[in-house]
Nanobody, 126 residues
């Protein structure tokens, strides 16, 4: 089992920045990738980005490239999502997710991930 706890959400004005944190615990050595998803009201859960746990290679959705950066501190089992130049359309609940499956080299679908955090709200005002 892998447990994930997100923190760092909040209210920010457009153009501002936030850093989300994801604390992983449990069998973290079994993780292949840890990612971030978001879900706005009435919309499907959307892939934001992820990082290969051991290799450290990050990858992200086109909608956030150049604005969001994913990093990890493997010694402390932490994954971060640095969000800059935030827009109102970035408003959503942000979820941290982990996968222990290696079926996909760069997993991007919610169904690729088998562990989820409880989510943290990010609200960007215009």
């Amino acid at each position: 089992q892998v447990q994930l706890v997100e923190s760092g959400g909040g209210l920010v004005q457009a153009g501002g920045s936030l850093r989300l944190s994801c604390a992983a615990s449990g069998r973290t050595f079994s993780c292949y990738a840890v990612g971030w998803f978001r879900q706005a009201p009435g919309k499907e859960r959307e892939f934001v980005g992820a990082i290969i746990w051991k290799g450290g290679a990050p990858y992200s959705a086109d909608s956030v490239k150049g604005r969001f950066t994913i990093s990890r501190d493997i010694a402390n089992n932490m994954v971060y999502l640095q969000m800059n130049s935030l827009k109102p359309e970035d408003t959503a609940v942000y979820y941290c997710a982990a996968t222990t499956n290696i079926a996909t080299i760069y997993p991007r679908r919610a169904s690729d991930y088998n562990y989820w955090g409880q989510g943290t709200q990010v609200t960007v005002s215009s």
